[in-house]
């Protein structure tokens, strides 16, 4: 009678790789979680495969930082290293590639920056521009999927078009279509190496008492081109996940973000309740709620528990 099952074939496992490290790095707080090495991916990626996985999510840390986020775009970047590398030794296995420029700029932020004084702004349509350049890059180096997580304004078709134009009508995209300004992102700027050297990132990413706007923003996507549709953290918006699940129609995305996998790890450690069964309750929850793919630090464990 059971309605809402979980299968390995539900999740997205997030991957770190840094340009700066010759073998992997625990991140203090993620538990279980590293930077990988470039060397490291074949075999990382492998044992993913083996478990039944199909698709891995691959954020990069470069060695160097600028203003302009030239690593992201670089045809000889981290990540486009990354997928040559993950591609040569399990073909079969889906790269999506995050597209995002905050690991790449050297203040941080996810598009290009102006300073007035003592106010700064994000420049939409410069960072778009960029924004394209990357994801463009990360296909021609054999990404299946690019996933632009920075909410710039017309990023989707920008992506779309220049992706299109340029032979990779096949690569699709999963859209960030509904990313809240969350203070549940903590432990990934450690992970992904990408605080703001200044301010936040409230002027770009969605206020979390919003749902109609994310829905106007899903719905732009959409008509954009956005082949996916992500909404980005999840326990706390599974009204919104829920909602444009049903608005749309079409496959829906969920990031179970890493303060939400910390926070667990952590109430598991004191003995407050067992791993084990919160993570397969919290994952029933997210299905149940309209999502078809689940990026989670736990995909490893997901794909072994459901298969013992």
Known sequence: MRETRLTAHDFILPLFVSEKLKSRRNIASMPGVSQLALADLPEEAGQAQALGLQAILLFGIPRHKDEEATGAYDDGGIVQEAIRAIKAACPDLVVVTDVCLCEYMSHGHCGVTRRDGNHFHVLND????????????????????????????GRIGAIRQTLDANGFKQTGIISYAAKFASAFYGPFREAAESPPQFGDRRTY???????ME???????DVQEGADIIMVKPALPYLDILWRIRERFEQPTAVYHVSGEYAMVKAAAEKGIFE???AVLEIMTSLKRAGADFIVTYWARELAKWLSS
């Open 126 to 153: 410069e960072s778009v521009e960029l924004l394209a350049k990357t994801a463009l890059s990360h296909a021609a180096a054999g990404a299946d999927l690019v996933a632009p997580s920075d909410m710039m304004d």
């Open 205 to 211: 990413q969605m206020d979390s008492a919003n749902a």
């Open 214 to 220: 994310a829905l106007r923003e899903a719905a732009l």
């Open 275 to 277: 791993e084990r069964a």
